[in-house]
């Protein structure tokens, strides 16, 4: 892996590069942008451009020295993840603890320390504080990187003391050649997971699997019938959210999926009621036209109940909860 095969996020290593150039490069990174957009690929390909050992080119790993190797491999001595513990809502103070104590470890390879944040959007107000001081008084050569879905949940003690580093969805073009990248290579395909990820990688490549694309047919075919079952639509996504495992972290993973399939037929549903074509496949058309037949103020009202349970699953509440509201009110004609 090397800069050239990270797409669509030019102008974040153009921010990184420009620091580095003039000898500002920051001890604390708020990486922004959707999930499966590429923050931690980028992060990753940032810490071996830190400490690679052979750069051909300024703030450019080389994909060969030891260095680049034991970071690819999560091994080098310097480079440590941190993640919300999966039995806990919040990234507790015991692991930003850890957190403050890694940094100001004396460097193994010498050439600083580097720590990632996953879950950051967990942060609560104890462990944020905790991280303060390290914030503000970094070890020389330390950096932490955080990474996060929005600005908006981050505390300010936090956003005041970080760069941020903001993350877009991939267009459609960039999209595509990263999924070929992966093996999928069939045009109706390509188009299908361009149009339903959003620009995000990870979730094109969780639509791809197959198992994926007979739960999203299930779901819609939920909708095509004049008076769809809220207790069925409920059972349905609660059985495939917990087909993800008992981390948590893949089931939130997957609930996003299905809120995004959700919001997609709805937008069908929407160009329908406003007397467009639908478009998409037969059984999202059918969905659509059984929607549209409610109204668009309607439909608009069931976009919004996803949009709110999507940020709701940012925020870690009861899944099972959450997705049997949501599909009562969906249900509601």
Known sequence: MAWTDIRGHDA???QLLTAFRRGRLGHAYLFVGPDGVGKRRFAVEFTKAVFCEKPPAEFTPCDQCPACAQVVAGTHPDFTIFSRPEDKQEFVIEVAREVVANLALRPARGRGRVCLIEDA???NEE?????LKTLEEPPPGAVLILLAT???TQLSTILSRCQVVRFQPLVAAELKLVLIDQGITEPADLDRLVRLSGGCVGRA????DKAVADFRHSLLNQFTTAKPDAFALAKLMNEF???AGKESKAKRERASVVV???LEMLRVALRVAIGGVPDGERVEKEAAKHWAVVGDERVAEAMQACVEADRLIDRRVQLEILLERLADRLCRR
């Open 260 to 262: 995004g399939m959700l």
């Open 121 to 123: 959007d967990t942060l």
């Open 150 to 152: 929005s600005t908006d």
């Open 205 to 208: 490549l969780a639509l791809s």
């Open 127 to 131: 462990s944020a504080n905790c991280l």
């Open 12 to 14: 974040s290593r153009q």
């Open 241 to 243: 959210v917990a087909d």
